[in-house]
């Protein structure tokens, strides 16, 4: 079993900057992937950025260059560095950890973007 926790979000202007954690216990080190996934009211959820045990990083297109990724693996903990946010960066993020058979979500996190 995995439990992850993410801090709270909030409410940030346009252009602003944001950082999102994640705390992990449990089987950690068979999980394959720690990221962050996010869902807008009436879409589907969507990947932000994700890294690998080895730590590679990817993130979705929309993010590309504004977000980034980080983990610290002593602490169990995975950062998202959100800047130059966007309204259309509004929505539920949340973490998440998988391997091949297994994927665990935390409770999810809200962010608003708006002036």
């Known amino acids: 079993q995995v439990q992850l926790v993410e801090s709270a979000g909030g409410t940030v202007q346009p252009g602003g900057s944001l950082r999102l954690s994640c705390a992990a216990s449990?089987?950690?080190?068979?999980?394959?992937?720690m990221g962050w996934y996010r869902q807008a009211p009436g879409k589907d959820r969507e990947l932000v950025a994700r890294i690998s045990s080895g730590g590679i990083t990817e993130s979705g297109d929309s993010v590309a260059g504004r977000f980034a990724i980080s983990r610290d693996y002593a602490e169990n903990k995975v950062y998202l560095q959100m800047n130059n946010l966007k309204p259309e960066d509004t929505a539920v993020y949340f973490c998440?950890?998988?391997?091949?058979?297994?994927?665990?979500w935390g409770q999810g996190t809200q962010v608003t973007v708006s002036s």
């Open positions: 998440n950890a998988q391997n091949s058979w297994q994927n665990y």
């Open positions: 449990g089987r950690i080190f068979s999980m394959n992937f």
